[in-house]
């Protein structure tokens, strides 16, 4: 799964990546997967002014999605129990969404967040 800031890096700064993420990304054979909460994260940051420049990520954003071949894994309850019940000190809900996810789908997480990369049980990919 792709964080928030790595799905705009590869959508607006993909030299921002290491090369063998890019790699990753671009292999057809790779599951790439996006939670609904970057789409949440994208929107709300624009609103407030803190992403300036995504204009086109945000109103294009379901065609973005499809060019990179990424799902969205469904978000339910359960993901949002896990996420409320994470014993970690990180308040940041959009990260607390993806972190439940991936730990309760078993996937992997493409970030830089070192908060993120220091948790356990999350199977990092940087």
């Given at each position: 799964m792709l964080d928030t800031r790595a799905l705009l890096w590869v959508l607006l700064s993909p030299e921002r990546l290491p090369p063998a993420t890019l790699d990753l990304v671009a292999d057809t054979e790779t599951a790439l997967w996006v939670s609904a909460a970057s789409a949440w994260e994208i929107g709300a940051k624009f609103r407030l002014g803190k992403l300036?420049?995504?204009?086109?990520?945000?109103?294009?954003?379901?065609?973005?999605?499809s060019r990179l071949r990424a799902e969205e894994p469904p978000m339910s309850s359960k993901h949002a129990l896990a996420a409320g019940l994470l014993t970690w000190g990180h308040r940041d809900p959009f990260d607390r969404m993806i972190k439940a996810q991936c730990m309760t789908e078993s996937l992997?997480?493409?970030?830089?967040?070192?908060a993120m990369a220091a948790l356990p049980?999350?199977?990092v990919v940087w």
């Open positions: 300036p420049g995504v204009q086109a990520v945000v109103h294009g954003y379901n065609g973005h999605l992997g997480l493409v970030t830089a967040d070192r049980g999350l199977q």
